[in-house]
């Protein structure tokens, strides 16, 4: 009788250890991964004024891959570097919420040497938003290796706009048809690398940017822009024909949806807008153009509507003249502080 109650509940107790390692397991489920694997290499590139030069790719791909994933997933990126130089990239933006030693920065993290591989292994915390990744050593970030970061909230966590039919990549920035080496040997004998040749949108620059048309709008539709300055120097002024942008988000937060009608972008800075599908269907113009600097450059690229045959018009909206105008539109920028989203608390919880 003994050893038989003994043994029920020995079996009991089995049985109440396997629940309890079951619902330990259970809450200490992980997040989510995001497995990826990039090959650096170098390639040619005729982007500006008809020169072929040399631009690192990822998977052969300029810009490199978008990476989408929502807030607090592990994002685990096996890098194989190909180049004849070391290889260090930063995750912009996300480093700040410190959550990461690989935050990419010499001193905190030893480059990939060439011919070998690494693997990088972050989480975006609570990080909702737009951010980019770049090669941070040699200069090697003037001629590509750089990315969208795209963070989305987590299922439970409430967003504070509808979800957009389509989500839609515009990296923007000034390039020099330089070759990288050559910049940092100026940079490293203290001069300047001098102007840029130009403004590529989505890795794209001069007539190829603007045909064929790169965005498809469906009239009645509202699409999320996700727009980062991707370039060296220049601040640009992006804007459309005929449509005003709804700021939703800013540098990993939710803002007041204001509307604007351009926004000045500053290097290293992402943002969000919403962008109501509401003229006619036509093509319309989407323009980035640089700010502050002598011989101003410019690109376009198009946005067709569904069943559009109207090109675009020839008229470009103005750019804005002037700092304090930019100076101004910053200070117009509020944190929406009733929307669930980051906050700047290293430790990565939800107020
Ligand atoms: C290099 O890649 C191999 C093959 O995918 C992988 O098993 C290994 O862990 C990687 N090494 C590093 C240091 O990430
Ligand atoms: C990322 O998400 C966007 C928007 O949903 C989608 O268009 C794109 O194909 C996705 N890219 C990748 C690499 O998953
Ligand atoms: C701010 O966020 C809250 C909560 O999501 C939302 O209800 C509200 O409409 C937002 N306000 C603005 C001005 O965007």
């Given at each position: 009788m003994a050893a038989t109650t003994m043994r029920a509940t020995a079996a009991g107790g089995a049985l109440l250890l396997a629940l309890l390692l079951l619902s330990t397991n259970v809450a200490r489920a992980e997040d989510p991964y995001v497995f990826m694997e990039w090959h650096v290499t170098y390639g040619t590139k005729t982007l500006l004024g008809g020169v072929p030069q040399k631009v690192i790719l990822i998977n052969g791909e300029f810009p490199g891959p978008r990476i989408n994933c929502s807030s607090n997933n592990n994002i685990v990126i096996n890098v194989f570097?190909?180049?004849?130089q070391p290889l260090l990239f930063t995750w912009n933006g996300i480093q700040h919420r410190k959550n990461s030693w690989q935050d990419g920065v010499p001193g905190t993290n030893c480059p990939v040497v060439p011919g070998t591989n690494f693997t990088y292994h972050w989480q975006p915390k609570d990080q909702i938003g737009t951010f980019f990744y770049f090669p941070?050593?040699?200069?090697q970030r003037a001629v590509g290796g750089h990315g969208l970061i795209s963070v989305d909230s987590r299922l439970l966590i409430p967003v504070p706009f509808d979800p957009p039919a389509d989500d839609l990549q515009v990296l923007i920035g000034d390039w020099y048809t330089k070759d990288h080496a050559v910049m940092a040997k100026l940079l490293d004998t203290g001069k300047s690398p001098g102007r840029p040749a130009g403004v590529l949108i989505n890795g794209k620059g001069g007539p190829e940017a603007a045909n064929p048309p790169m965005f498809t709008f469906e009239a009645g539709k509202t699409y999320r822009l996700r727009i980062c300055?991707?370039?060296?120097?220049a601040s640009l002024n992006f804007r459309m024909q005929g449509h005003d942008m709804r700021l939703v988000e800013m540098d990993g937060s939710h803002t007041l949806q204001d509307s604007y009608d351009s926004l000045d972008v500053h290097v290293g800075h992402c943002l969000s807008v919403l962008v109501d599908?509401?003229?006619?269907?036509a093509d319309y113009l989407m323009v980035a153009s640089t700010r502050f600097i002598v011989n101003p450059s410019s690109v376009s690229a198009v946005i067709r509507y569904v069943g559009s045959n109207t090109p675009p018009a020839a008229n470009v909206p103005e750019p804005p003249a002037g700092w304090a105008w930019s100076i101004n539109q910053w200070r117009s920028f509020r944190w929406n502080l009733s929307a669930s989203a980051a906050r700047p608390n290293p430790q990565g919880s939800y107020h």
């Open positions: 570097n190909e180049l004849d941070s050593i040699g200069m300055n991707v370039g060296i120097k599908a509401d003229q006619k269907p």
